[in-house]
Nanobody, 107 residues
Framework: VRLVESGGGLAQAGGSLRLSCVAS?????LGWYRQAPGKEREYVAG???????NYAESVKGRFTTSRDDAKNTVYLQMNSLKPEDTGVYFCMTRDIWGQGTQVTVSS
């Protein structure tokens, strides 16, 4: 399976962005991760085949992940963005990673 993320960009603090992760095949459980400059990659959110969602404490109440299995796509809706949300966002399934999409939040 191949994964392609999109939707990143520049947003102001308090703004929103929606990321997409399109897979070349059916998606089972998928996770979102991010990596800020000089920091290790960290878990952000995940969604199971059945639609069960899970979030890191730092994004709970602000981010929402969802899936459209007809399109082999998983979304990450990011609201109330903060400068500390800045980083490269990756999706991952079955130990396969996408190339990442840059999210920059200005204060």
């Amino acid at each position: 399976v191949r994964l392609v993320e999109s939707g990143g960009g520049l947003a102001q603090a308090g703004g929103s962005l929606r990321l997409s992760c399109v897979a070349s095949d059916s998606i089972f459980t998928l996770g979102w991760y991010r990596q800020a400059p000089g920091k290790e990659r960290e878990y952000v959110a995940g969604i199971s085949r059945g639609g069960t969602e899970n979030y890191a404490e730092s994004v709970k109440g602000r981010f929402t992940t969802s899936r459209d299995d007809a399109k082999n796509t998983v979304y990450l809706q990011m609201n109330s963005l903060k400068p500390e949300d800045t980083g490269v966002y990756f999706c991952m399934t079955r130990d396969i990673w996408g190339q990442g999409t840059q999210v920059t939040v200005s204060s």
